[in-house]
């Protein structure tokens, strides 16, 4: 995580080139979640209340995650906060959204299951019109060509649903921080998202019923679903080990339990 500083210690040309746009901030609550921006704060604005974030421009991390926030965004408005502006100022690179008011998704609750499956529909169909990495290429270390060819797709995926990036309020949910978007196939997420919902405790047939409600994994190939299974199972256990993988390569194994894959 970056370290965290707090609104009032920006230097005084960015919070003046925020206020700018927004017009004079009457309060501000820092949000501690998000694990690569320096900054990150509600603003309470006579307009309204909007969510600022930043990096340093020297983070190059942090600005290509910012980047890709910005370049998606007009096209997940359906399930994602409205950017309104974006900006350097004095070492600074900064994003100013619409405020929502929601709290993280807690996927062991049916609600809150239901809620997210409608922010995953609203844009299941939305196709990666902008250049963003393709899915298959994070694998290309793991998987052979024809495994590959097998995730190709032309879906904008957000590919990192887990419950911080995932807020509920009222009666809807959003999906935030699209930061590593790809273009793929369109049940990527939602098999990304049941692998949560089973680390939220949900029992395996219980998550694999949930994924039934969308088109896409009902029609996924299951020989692209299970070159996915492989893949991420082979880079997670190069990253901590045979042993130190079995819990997450299980679960992501119980996807293949709703799969008939022909010999």
């Not at 501000?28 to 209340?49: H, I, N, Y």
């Not at 298959?136 to 060509?145: C, E, K, P, T, Y």
């Not at 082979?234 to 045979?242: K, M, N, P, S």
Request: net charge negative; charged share 20%; hydrophobic share 50%.
């Amino acid at each position: 995580m970056a370290p965290r500083i707090e609104w009032r210690d920006l230097p005084g040309v960015v919070r003046a080139a925020v206020e700018a746009r927004t017009g004079p901030v009457l309060g501000v609550k820092s949000v501690s979640d998000g694990l690569t921006c320096a900054v990150a704060a509600r603003l309470d604005t006579a307009a309204g209340a909007l969510f600022v974030k930043g990096v340093r421009v020297e983070d190059r991390v942090g600005c290509e995650a910012q980047r890709w926030e910005a370049v998606v965004n007009s096209a997940v408005c359906a399930a994602s906060p409205s950017l309104r502006w974006s900006f350097t100022a004095e070492g600074w690179d900064v994003l100013v959204f619409d405020h929502v008011d929601g709290r993280h998704a807690d996927l062991a609750d049916g609600r809150d299951r239901r809620l997210v499956a409608e922010a995953l529909l609203a844009v299941e169909n939305v196709g990666a019109s902008v250049s963003v990495p393709r899915f298959a290429a994070r694998f290309a270390g793991v998987l052979d060509r024809e495994q590959l060819e097998l995730l190709g797709g032309t879906t904008l995926l957000h590919t990192d649903t887990n419950p911080h990036n995932l807020l509920v309020g009222g009666d809807r949910a959003w999906l935030v921080d699209w930061a590593m978007p790809a273009s793929g196939p369109a049940w990527v997420d939602v098999a990304y998202t049941a692998v949560r919902l089973m680390e939220a405790d949900v029992p395996a047939r219980e998550a694999l019923g949930w994924t039934a409600q969308f088109l896409s994994w009902r029609e996924a190939d299951p020989v692209a679903v299970e070159a996915f299974v492989t893949g991420v199972c082979r880079q997670w256990e190069a990253r901590v080990g045979v042993a130190g993988a079995r819990p997450s390569n299980a679960r992501f194994a119980a996807l293949l339990g709703a799969m008939v894959i022909a010999p």
